[in-house]
């Protein structure tokens, strides 16, 4: 594999001095100890912040590994990333000093097994290399030209007795040895015997070295592809099937119906099917239609005021119908390769059955009644919020015990709701138990809250997390957010970029049209790896209730039918769009990438354009991958600019010319660095461009 092939690249042929950084030990607080090895190795990535918990990756993830390496005075010095797989395998890849003012030193890898990995970066003064600079000034000069030949051609000699030549290498540098001992030989021409190719390229498999130094350990978590990569697709499958009859009743939609949906859903090219609770709804202060707070006898209620006497989390909402259905649900799931995400709220109706086996689940108030839930303003009338601290061993156990039934049922994939309202500590323990026993268990985190909250549920576990893109809308905005998430915070937290929810319609969707829900369908797709929506954006559901950031007659609180056959026959459904997006997807692995992506310069501020390249080292194809995104953010309005491009961030030399490909339309252009668009949202907003050769 690509991966391996340089397992030995850089390796040191010398270890004649080798220190490495202090461990930890049992001395006494005041007794000092060491912390640098003989050659500093500092600002190590990636790590979290704090180093408490791994740092995070999924399989197939091309992670920039890179550290801060430096050394007193002018010697030339190599490094190179030690990695260490699951499996006990050893890689080792050379890094690559990319900004040589600051030190900082970095290599690519793809990594390739799940699970914990370890890695470390090695340094070493590379004697060569620092003959070559110092000779390259003084032979030309005249300076000690013969004492400079005969440092030399001891390195050389010492690196023609180093095991790790192959075959061929140590008599070319024995030869090369005595030509530089060679006073009968013009002085150029010695020099040039040193820097021709051959002994180069020998020397560059393995460096003459000395200094050797081990950085600290660091741990990386590798989890299973669709932790990190992924298009989700949310619906309510009561809602699937449901028939309103004359009288105002209603039959629910079962799995059964909603199991007609799925092919659909997969025809769009989703990979995850995410569904709210289905667990029954209780009727004390069951919620009416726009969250109204008297419900009629045919109103199903919210799925998240959870339980009644058909039971609690572990029940099934009987209208739904059996467990056995739930199965076959999976199960027609999963041939159409698609994997269900089941939403688990941890929270109470008052009927549910733990109100009266587990009071001290919930918060008592001073006149004797349960604490229900708020978000000021909302209210939520119809929810018993749990209270973590009452019972710790006890409410934990019947947690973990709650996920293991949907677990054992087939689920893999969870959807955590309001996460933030509970405790950190116990979602650490949930995440690591569950995980523990089954590592290819997913947790999405649903909360929109404030950002040491958010980043701290992704640094203790959570895969995924929902993310402030759905109220990032300037050119501005999204190029901050999308530099903090692919830089800042990715290497523990990972975005799930949902373009709406069933609570949130923003204005930008709410007064865009089409277009809007094109630009940002498009740019959800392809600046993160994964990305979802929520059923009837397709269709561009966009009124909201007044007042509200959310879908008036909102399917939290009614059944809500949708006539997709008719949208389609009218050409009104935008599944076509999003099924070319999630094809462009799976086309395009530099799009599967969070860590990638390049901002370019545009001369308008409502135009942003970004690309995101990979090698052709990890695209699998032997070609690299290079997509280009130009969106024109005003839904309202055609734009026209000049986009100025950083070739070397698209693979590409100065002055190049290449080709790059319409994705969406399949127009082509002949494009250089500086290239006018205009883009028309009531034709098409966005440019998603593959860059190829001419």
Do not use: C
């Amino acid at each position: 594999m690509a991966d391996t092939q340089a397992a030995d690249s850089a390796r040191p042929a010398s270890t004649r001095t080798r220190s490495t950084g202090a461990r930890r030990s049992t001395r006494k607080k005041d007794e000092w100890k060491p912390v640098l090895g003989r050659i500093p190795i500092l600002d190590l990535s990636p790590q979290q912040p704090d180093d408490l918990w791994p740092a995070k990756a999924f399989d197939g993830e091309v992670v920039p590994f890179s550290a801060t390496v430096f050394k007193e005075g002018h010697d030339v010095i190599g490094a190179a990333v030690v990695l260490e797989a699951p499996s006990g395998r050893t890689v080792r890849r050379p890094m690559q000093q990319v900004n040589p003012g600051l030190g900082r030193w970095t290599a690519l890898f793809r990594v390739d097994e799940i699970g914990a990995w370890t890695w470390h970066v090695e340094a070493w003064l590379d004697d060569w290399g620092t003959w070559l600079h110092d000779a390259g000034i003084k032979i030309p000069a005249g300076i000690d030209v013969e004492l400079m030949f005969e440092e030399g051609a001891r390195l050389l000699e010492r690196a023609a007795g180093e095991d790790s030549r192959g075959e061929d290498a140590p008599g070319l540098l024995r030869d090369t040895a005595g030509a530089l001992r060679d006073t009968g030989t013009e002085a150029g021409t010695r020099w040039r015997l040193a820097t021709e190719g051959r002994v180069a390229d020998v020397l560059a498999l393995a460096p003459v070295a000395s200094l050797v130094t081990a950085g600290p350990s660091r741990r990386l978590r590798v989890e299973r592809l669709r932790a990190g990569y992924g298009a989700w697709y949310e619906f309510f499958p009561r809602s699937e099937g449901a028939v309103r009859h004359d009288d105002g009743s209603w039959t629910s939609g079962t799995f059964a119906t909603a199991a007609l949906r799925l092919p659909a859903i997969a025809e769009m090219g989703f990979d995850v099917v995410y569904i709210p609770p289905v667990n029954p709804i209780g009727r004390t202060n069951r919620k009416g239609p726009n969250n109204t707070l008297t419900a009629g006898p045919n109103d199903p209620g919210s799925p998240y005021g959870i339980g009644s006497e058909a039971g609690g989390h572990d029940a099934i909402h009987p209208d739904l119908g059996t467990e056995e259905d739930f199965l076959a649900f999976l199960e027609a799931a999963k041939r159409l390769q698609l994997e269900i995400a089941l939403d688990i709220a941890l929270q109470a109706s008052p009927d549910h059955p733990w109100v009266q086996e587990h009071p001290e689940f919930f918060t008592t108030l001073a006149d004797g009644s349960i604490a229900y839930a708020e978000n000021p303003p909302k209210k939520y009338q119809d929810i018993y919020p749990l209270n973590f601290d009452n019972d710790p061993a006890g409410s934990y156990a019947e947690m973990r015990r709650v996920f293991q039934v949907w677990i054992d049922r087939g689920v893999r994939i969870f959807r955590i709701d309001n996460p933030h309202t509970k405790p950190l500590a116990f979602w650490e323990r949930l995440i690591h138990d569950v995980n523990a026993a089954h590592p290819d268990v997913i947790f999405l985190a649903e909360a929109f809250t404030r950002p040491p909250m958010m980043r701290g549920l992704a640094k203790i576990g959570f895969q995924q997390s929902y993310t402030y893109f759905t109220w990032r809308n300037t050119k501005q905005e999204l190029t901050e957010y999308l530099v903090e998430l692919s830089q800042e915070t990715a290497d523990y937290m990972r975005p799930n970029f949902f373009v709406n929810t069933h609570d949130i319609l923003t204005p930008y969707l709410q007064f865009g049209g089409a277009a809007a829900y094109k630009i940002r369908a498009a740019i959800a797709a392809t600046a993160v790896p994964t990305w979802g929506v929520y059923s009837g954006y397709e269709l561009v559901e966009n009124v909201a209730r007044p007042g509200s950031e959310e879908n008036i007659d909102n399917e939290k609180y009614e059944y809500r039918p949708r006539d997709w056959a008719k949208a389609a026959m009218l050409g009104t459904t935008l599944a076509p769009y999003l099924a070319r997006l999630n094809g462009i997807r799976r086309h395009h692995p530099a799009l599967g990438q969070l860590r990638n992506i390049h901002f370019h310069w545009t001369e308008s501020e409502d135009v942003i354009a970004y690309s995101k390249h990979l090698d052709a080292e990890f695209t699998g194809t032997g070609r690299p991958d290079t997509v280009l995104v130009i969106a024109n953010l005003d839904p309202h309005g055609a734009r026209e600019t000049v986009v100025h491009l950083d070739l070397a961030q698209l693979g590409r030399l100065p002055g190049d010319r290449f080709t790059v490909r319409d994705l969406i339309t399949g127009a082509q252009w002949e494009w250089g660095s500086d290239d006018y668009v205009r883009l028309d949202p009531y034709a098409e907003p966005v440019h998603i461009l593959a860059v190829e050769d001419r």
